[in-house]
């Protein structure tokens, strides 16, 4: 499996951005999907993840109300809506396969397996 993340860019406190995380290769409709970010000299945090129906999410209570996380099986694409960006959600974003056919969703990034690159998304103020 490979994860292609894109959309990040420049913004303005109270802008809003949507990420998407293009899968390539077989059965992404079985996987859970997550998003992560880390931001200069911290480590990696959960943000969001989506079960591999799409009727489930969970989301890190910093961005709970702003982000929403949504899945396209057709597409194999995920997505990350940002509204009211914050300077503090200024970090490299990326995106990762979870477990399969799981109903358990988790912000353990042992879970995931196979991680994408990395957005870059900031934050003005």
């Known amino acids: 499996v490979q994860l292609q993340a894109s959309g990040g860019g420049l913004v303005q406190a109270g802008d809003s951005l949507r990420l998407s995380c293009a899968a390539f290769?077989?059965?992404?409709?079985?996987?859970?999907m997550g998003w992560f970010r880390q931001a200069p000299g911290k480590e990696r945090e959960f943000v969001a993840a989506i079960r591999w129906s799409g009727d489930s999410t969970y989301y890190a209570d910093s961005v709970k109300g702003r982000f929403t996380i949504s899945r396209d099986n057709a597409k194999n694409t995920v997505y990350l809506q940002m509204n009211s960006l914050k300077p503090e959600d200024t970090a490299v974003y990326y995106c990762?396969?979870?477990?399969?056919?799981?109903?358990?969703?988790?912000?353990?990034?042992?879970?995931?397996?196979?991680w994408g690159q990395g957005t870059q998304v900031t934050v003005s103020s």
């Open positions: 990762a396969k979870g477990q399969t056919y799981s109903a358990l969703l988790s912000g353990n990034s042992r879970l995931y397996d196979y």
């Open positions: 290769g077989r059965s992404f409709s079985m996987y859970n």
